[in-house]
């Protein structure tokens, strides 16, 4: 009986080492897909802090255009209304030039009333009456005018405060576009980036499945490696029991040392033993 138990002990101790191998191994593809895993992890965490970053910069920038906007109207609304002034200064409104008096268009008239005075063309004391007041009116329109383009001081001013109104305008124009194509090529990189966490959530759910499946093979090659060393540590303990009883002595109930227990549980609990502990529990004391 004793050749066949330490058969069987020599058998055990092949399954023990077979388990004990094959846990091993699980558990290195355990640490592989955790490391896999984890990595995924912080790629996936520095895409969203870069995706918030996206985000910032996204809503500064079309903040920052709406800004220029308002200038860019409150420039042009000073722009016109100054452009406005002048042209009436000047006897024109820009578009509206030929219904407006100018200094030549009166002379014009002036000279086309006194031909055809000249030429009999009103007869009669009311219509010479006419003729008098209406070249006194356009006469008098004249020296405004004149009046008005002899102040070169003012319409000066009025110009370089037209181009300054014009250059802030145009800047707010510019600004409004750069900020605008900045704000969407920060939307489009956002697009991207939330398309790569996607792809990344897929690798990290697949690792993680791989993770659970390498542990789960892990322990039960573990429970199995501790029901094997559990056995032959009983073989042990009935081959030390059919000794004592051989030599004479009473058989007792068979203790593991201290030191055994505590290997016996940090095995239990799914610790992972050193050779040494391990040749340490399979000595026969």
Do not use: C
């Not at 004990?20 to 895993?37: L, S």
């Not at 002036?110 to 007869?123: C, D, R």
């Not at 004479?248 to 799914?270: F, I, V």
């Amino acid at each position: 009986m004793e050749a066949e138990l330490q058969k069987l002990v020599s058998e055990v101790e092949k399954y023990i080492s077979e388990h004990q191998k094959r846990r091993d191994e699980w558990n290195a593809k355990v640490v592989e897909h955790r490391t896999n895993r984890d990595s995924i992890n912080g790629q996936k965490r520095e895409l969203y802090d870069e995706i918030e970053r996206q985000r910032t910069v996204r809503d500064q920038e079309n903040a920052k255009a709406r800004e220029a906007k308002v200038e860019r109207r409150e420039f042009n609304e000073k722009f016109y209304g100054l452009k406005d002034k002048l042209q009436e200064m000047m006897g024109g409104d820009g578009g509206h030039g030929r219904d407006k008096d100018t200094p030549e268009k009166i002379r014009r008239q002036m000279n086309g009333l006194e031909t055809k005075y000249e030429t009999g063309g009103f007869i009669g004391k009311e219509a010479e009456q006419k003729f008098s007041a209406t070249m006194k009116q356009l006469s008098r329109k004249l020296k405004e005018l004149k009046a008005a383009q002899s102040e070169p001081g003012e319409f000066n001013e009025i110009q370089v405060e037209l181009d300054a109104f014009h250059e802030k305008s145009e800047k707010a124009h510019e600004e409004v576009i750069r900020a605008a194509e900045d704000a969407q090529a920060a939307h489009d990189l956002m697009a991207k980036l939330r398309d790569e966490t996607k792809r990344l959530n897929m690798d990290h759910e697949a690792a993680h499945r791989a993770f659970v499946d390498a542990k789960e093979e892990a322990d039960s090659e573990h429970q199995q490696y501790i029901v094997a060393m559990r056995s032959v540590y009983s073989i042990r303990n009935l081959l030390q029991a059919k000794r004592d009883r051989a030599a004479g002595h009473e058989p007792t109930r068979m203790e593991a040392r201290p030191e055994a227990q505590d290997l016996m549980s940090a095995l239990m609990a799914g610790k992972t033993l050193s050779t040494e502990q391990l040749m340490a529990m399979k000595r026969k004391n």
